[in-house]
């Protein structure tokens, strides 16, 4: 489709487990954002990659948070030793990036993590 | 550091009703402001945006936003809500950086 994709839209995984989430943005967006949104707390910045630049990770709450962009394209978010509070929903976002565009983001549906 | 402050995070209305939702921000600068939508079971989207010129925007849907420089504010209005606006709302600043900060989102229940 036309819009950005990511996977899995749900994954539940036992306490101290590793995931890796996905996000297929849209074609020929430059700039991929990963945001969390846990209840009630609205959307947490994480991670900005924009183009070929080093990503601003200024957002992950810990070293166990990494995330990866493979040729401008597919973002990785990978979470290590899960813990019960990493439970959210993760959201990957795309843009035109840069000074050009809207600066409107198109997010994806998001993946679900739950950590028991 | 920017910031986004939505004061109201669950309203309920009935269909007819005029809507107000609040959104204050915090940047000494220059801001592109946004307010998005979720609803129930889609992703988030965008409702409208301020980047410059006429402080009133006008979105999708019959949404209007007015941008208050002196205020810091830009609150989200409907003259009259029906039940298809039940969602949440996030309103969303963009500051010296290219990354937005958004809200804590605002749960609009719309009876009919």
């Known amino acids: 489709g036309a819009g950005v994709s990511q996977s899995p839209s749900n994954k539940v995984t036992e306490k101290g487990k590793d995931v890796e989430l996905r996000c297929d943005p849209i074609?020929?967006?430059?700039?991929l954002y990963w945001y969390r949104q846990s209840l009630g707390q609205g959307l947490e910045f994480l991670i900005y990659?924009?183009?070929?630049?080093?990503?601003?990770k200024s957002g992950l709450p810990s070293d166990r948070f990494s995330a990866e962009r493979t040729g401008g394209s597919v973002s990785t978010l990978t979470i290590q030793r899960t813990q019960q509070e990493d439970s959210a929903v993760y959201l990957c976002?795309?843009?035109?990036?840069?000074?050009?565009?809207?600066?409107?983001?198109?997010f994806g549906e998001g993946s679900r993590l739950t950590v028991l | 550091a920017q910031s986004v402050s939505q004061h109201n995070h669950h309203v309920i209305l009935s269909e007819a009703a005029s809507l107000e939702l609040g959104c204050n921000y915090s940047?000494?600068?220059?801001?592109?402001l946004f307010w998005y939508v979720q609803y129930p079971g889609q992703h988030l989207q965008l409702l409208l945006k301020y980047f410059s010129g006429d402080p009133l925007v006008k979105g999708i849907k019959g949404f209007e936003a007015e941008f208050i420089k002196s205020k810091f504010s830009f609150n989200l209005r409907k003259p009259s809500v029906q039940w298809s606006d039940t969602a949440e709302y996030f309103c969303a600043v963009r500051g010296g950086s290219y990354i937005p900060t958004f809200g804590r989102g605002t749960s609009l229940i719309v009876h009919p």
């Open positions: 074609s020929g967006h430059t700039a």
């Open positions: 990659f924009q183009g070929n630049s080093a990503p601003d």
């Open positions: 976002a795309s843009s035109l990036g840069g000074t050009g565009g809207s600066g409107e983001l198109f």
């Open positions: 940047y000494g600068g220059t801001v592109n």
